[in-house]
């Protein structure tokens, strides 16, 4: 009986107007805008030939995906012949001492796009452990908010195009090592995202807590609940939705923040492999850069996305899972 109600009310839900204007509205948007893509682009003449289009683009993300496939088939011979090697070595002597050799092959595009999703998820979870303490710090002490306020409001506006050679001259001269645990152009890139993307959390969580209903204060004084008790049960609490939108802007920031470093300092991933393709100057580097836009864009809107669902599990405004 239950599996029957429950068959009809999906069946209900999929036959409405409104599930379906959902649906439908989205994708006439869409397929509107890779009309007006296609038809455009073919009227762009660069000097490398006309704009690429969604074909053309479509053409040649299949083929960076056959490159990753050959480049992966390649590293997996490469330690195969290895193994197989000292195998034969170890047979003739079993004392010998065998090694392996690390494949040092050219990163593809998908190698790129996992370098750029590692460094951006290690620079904002810096700039959230900074900024939330920071916050609510900022927000339960007013005094220390006008204090610090003015200097937050200096270097917010700070663009990464000023903080790269700063953060690059900083870290070559304090990050010597001989074996280094992590590579030089990998902090680099994590510390200009973390300084560019914290603000945003930063000031939507003091702005959270200083406006906390003042009925909660009250009940937290009356039940005399210690400093990280109020803070844990009353505070947070009351500002996870303002500094759910915080990290959802700070978010942002990051991901478009470490496109524009990697792009400059020539540091690996999505921005590298825009530049790379820029300089190659082939035909088929437009169709490339494209296919990275797309994907930049696409990571973008799906980070957000998931920003917004683990809004939702935490948080007790539930609509905001809807905006």
């Known amino acids: ?99 392996i050799r690390a494949f040092n092959g050219r990163p593809t595009f998908f190698d790129q796009i996992l370098t750029s999703l590692k460094t951006v998820a290690a620079g904002f979870m810096l700039a959230t452990a900074i900024a939330i303490p920071t916050g609510i710090a900022l927000g339960l002490n007013k005094s220390l908010y006008q204090a610090l306020n003015p200097v937050v409001q200096l270097l917010k506006p700070v663009s990464p195009l000023a903080w790269l050679p700063l953060v690059t001259i900083v870290v070559s001269a304090l990050y010597v090592s001989p074996e280094p645990l992590v590579s030089k152009s990998f902090l680099i890139s994590l510390f200009t995202v973390t300084l560019c993307c914290l603000w945003p959390t930063l000031i939507n969580t003091a702005v959270g807590v200083a406006n906390m209903d003042k009925d909660l204060i009250n009940v937290s004084k009356m039940l005399r609940l210690g ?18 939108t915080g990290l959802r802007l700070s978010l942002g920031v990051a991901w ?32 490339r850069i494209m296919v990275a836009v797309v994907v930049i864009g696409l990571i973008g809107y799906l980070l957000d996305r998931l920003m917004l669902s683990l809004q939702q599990k935490l948080s007790w405004d539930k609509t905001s899972a809807s905006r």
Do not use: C
């Not at 008790?229 to 009351?238: A, D, E, G, N, Q």
């Open 227 to 244: 400093s990280l008790t109020h803070v844990r049960k009353i505070v947070l609490p009351s500002a996870i939705p303002m500094i759910f």
């Open 256 to 287: 478009m923040v470490l496109i524009a470093a990697e792009m400059l300092a020539q540091n690996p991933g999505l921005g590298k492999f825009v530049w790379d393709e820029f300089q190659n100057g082939s035909s088929d580097s437009m169709a």
């Open 1 to 99: 009986m239950n599996m029957k109600v429950i068959s009809l009310t999906q069946w209900s839900r999929l036959a409405s107007p409104r599930y379906w204007s959902k649906a439908l509205i989205p994708a006439f948007g869409l397929t509107v805008f890779l009309l007006l893509w296609h038809v455009l682009a073919g009227q762009v003449q660069t000097s490398l030939g006309t704009l690429p289009g969604p074909v053309q683009t479509g053409q040649q993300l299949v083929n960076l995906v056959q490159e990753h496939k050959v480049e992966r088939d390649r590293e997996r011979q490469f330690y195969q012949r290895q193994i197989a090697r000292n195998q034969a070595l170890l047979e003739r002597d079993p004392d010998a001492e065998v090694r």
